[in-house]
Each structure stands twice: as C-alpha cells, then as structure tokens.
C-alpha cells in the first residue's frame, strides 16, 4: 500500500496541520510505503519572496523530521526536486474540464479573500493529481478542506485512464473523523489565513498566550458545563488518553470547574506532548547538512518511481 501526502511551506504549521494531516501520515508510515512531500510549487500560487519561501520549506523540514518522520520509513522530498510532475500536469491538463476546476472552493475562497486569480491558482488542482498520481498513490492523507482536490484527482485519474488506458491507480482520501476540522481559538476551522493558530514550535509563553485566547461561553464557575459545545475541551479531547478524556468530562458535568482549569491542562498536555519534539527540533536545527541530505536521498528516490509513471504516461498518449 503506497501512502502519499504533502504540504504547502506557507507559514507555520498548527495543530490543525498536526493532527489533520502529519500526526496520520505519520502513523500510517508504519503500515505502508510512504511518501511526503514538501510541496513549495504549490507555495508559489500565493508566496513571491525567495527568502521566505526558502526559510518556510526548510522550517516544514524541520517540524516533520522533529515531529517523528522517519527517512528509513517514509521517502521525504521537495517537490520541486522531482520536476516531472510538472509534465505529466500537463498531459492531466488535457483531460480536466475547466468547470471542474471552476467548481473548486478552495480557489473561490483564495479569490474571496483577495488572492490575485493567476493561472497557476486556478491549475493548483491539476499540479495536485500530478503529485498523487505520479506515484501511484492508494491512500492521501488530508484534512477536510482537501477532500474536494481528491475527488478532482480521481475524475481526471478516470478520464485518462479512460481515453487512454490503464495509466493510473484510483486514490483514496483518508480522514479520520474525529481531526477532520480542528477548531482554532475562535472555534473557527484553524487555519493561518484566520490568525486563530496554535503553532506546534511558538515559545512556550506565545503558546500559553494562544491557548488563554480559546473562546468559551459565559456559564458560571460553579454550574456544570458541556464538553459537546467546548472549544477547550475539542482540542483538549485530541492529545487525551481515555481516561484523561472522561477525567475532564467529569470536571465538565460536576460544576465547580472553570474554563480557566480546563485551558491549564490544556497547556500542560500540549507541553508535554511537545516537549521531546522541541528537543529534536533543536538537534536537527543545528545540523543542517543531515537534513539536506534526508531532502536529496528522497528526492532520488522520488525521482526514480516518478519516471516510471511519466513513461507510461507518455507512451499512452503518444509521445
Ligand atoms: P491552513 O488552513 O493553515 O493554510 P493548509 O491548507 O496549508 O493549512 O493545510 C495543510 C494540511 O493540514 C491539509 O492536509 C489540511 O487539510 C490540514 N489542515 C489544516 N488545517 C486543519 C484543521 N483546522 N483541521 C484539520 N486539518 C487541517
Ligand atoms: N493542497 C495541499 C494543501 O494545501 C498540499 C498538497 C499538494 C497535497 N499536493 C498534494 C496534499 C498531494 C496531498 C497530496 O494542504
């Protein structure tokens, strides 16, 4: 089974990109043969300053490898180090129907929040199924907001295999239901175009800041409370074991417990759960040439199993 994910180096990364997506592609390296991606092409539909870009991709670098990627098990690249996918977007671009991409809403929302509609914005879904169906994929871990791109990368994987033959595998999307949409601090989906983060590597004192800022009602200390409706207990229940999970919606129904306890052991979980990522994050910072070399090792192999799909690819349209 060929396990395949990526993610943009657009800023930093939140729980909402931890428990979405790193935290399954990370569990799922152990079942199959796994492949991630940094995917900085796709960065460029929004990112035009080098340095930045630069700095964001080798940030995503670090946070994975310090999160728990392992390049023995899983194939660790940047996209634009396997620039193949780029022609087999463009033999994927002669089978998608505009209106398909027309319907895509995470380009209507890109417009909406006034993101110049360039070409490469509109195509990001075509360049997308490249990346998926380049390798083969069977499983594409995502979050929620993604599930739309799969159904594009299945219909066009459909239509050209289709007209042209048996080309490509049909991928499918895998998204837990319980991290499908983390709420940020507003109870908003978490996403860094809403400000509402919390970020996996903020100093300790920026995350106590982020994690005070969870909105909650106004129900009294004393009176019992809902974890259902709770932005506090919905983040809380994602790092929980079981027991610490009914511990708190004790705390919740028992009254007597305030929010301001809940968000403290929020925190102490978050820490904890962080703190040996941080460690390693640190290590790998100050060793940059071993990362470089993860990066350069993967994208050969990358490499190597991109062609073999492309050539096929491109012997079934006839070039
Ligand atoms: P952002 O919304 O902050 O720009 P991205 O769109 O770059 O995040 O998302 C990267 C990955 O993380 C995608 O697979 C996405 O589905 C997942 N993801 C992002 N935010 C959330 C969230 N709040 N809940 C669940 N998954 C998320
Ligand atoms: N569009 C994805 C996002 O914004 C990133 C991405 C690019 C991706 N190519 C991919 C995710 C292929 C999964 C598979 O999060």
């Not at 199924?129 to 594009?152: F, M, N, T, W």
């Amino acid at each position: 089974m060929r396990i395949l994910s990526g993610i943009q180096p657009s800023g930093k990364l939140h729980l909402g990109n931890y428990f979405g997506m790193m935290r399954p592609s990370l569990e799922l390296q152990k079942k199959g043969d796994a492949f991630l991606f940094i995917a900085n092409y796709h960065a460029l539909t929004t990112v035009h300053n080098s340095a930045q870009l630069r700095q964001d991709t080798l940030d995503v670098a670090l946070d994975f490898l310090a999160c728990g990627l392992d390049p023995r098990r899983t194939i660790f690249f940047r996209q634009s180090d396997v620039p193949e996918v780029h022609e087999l977007t463009w033999l994927l671009s002669t089978v998608t129907p505009m209106g398909l991409l027309e319907r895509c809403h995470s380009y209507k929302d890109k417009i909406a929040r006034g993101i110049a509609a360039n070409h490469a914005l509109f195509a990001y879904p075509v360049l997308m199924a490249a990346d998926i169906l380049i390798y083969q994929s069977d499983i594409v871990p995502v979050g929620r907001d993604q599930k739309q791109h799969l159904e594009v990368t299945r219909d066009i994987a459909l239509k050209f295999n289709n007209e042209f033959g048996e080309v490509f595998k049909i991928p499918e999307p895998f998204i837990p239901e319980e991290v499908a949409v983390v709420p940020g601090v507003d109870g908003q989906k978490m996403s860094k175009s809403y400000g509402n983060t919390i970020d996996l590597f903020a100093t300790p004192k920026e995350t106590k800041a982020s994690i005070m800022r969870i909105v909650t009602d106004s129900t009294p200390l004393e009176e019992p409370k809902n974890p259902a409706t709770c932005n506090v207990f919905a983040l809380y229940k994602l790092f929980a074991s079981e027991e610490q999970r009914a511990g708190m919606e004790a705390n919740y129904s028992g009254g007597n417990y305030g929010y301001g306890h809940a968000k403290k052991a929020l925190l102490s979980l978050f820490s904890e759960s962080f703190e040996p990522f941080r460690a390693k994050r640190e290590e790998l910072a100050n060793n940059l040439d071993y990362v470089e070399e993860v990066l350069q090792q993967g994208a050969a192999k990358a490499r190597a199993a991109a062609s073999v799909t492309l050539d096929k690819a491109r012997a079934a349209v006839g070039l």
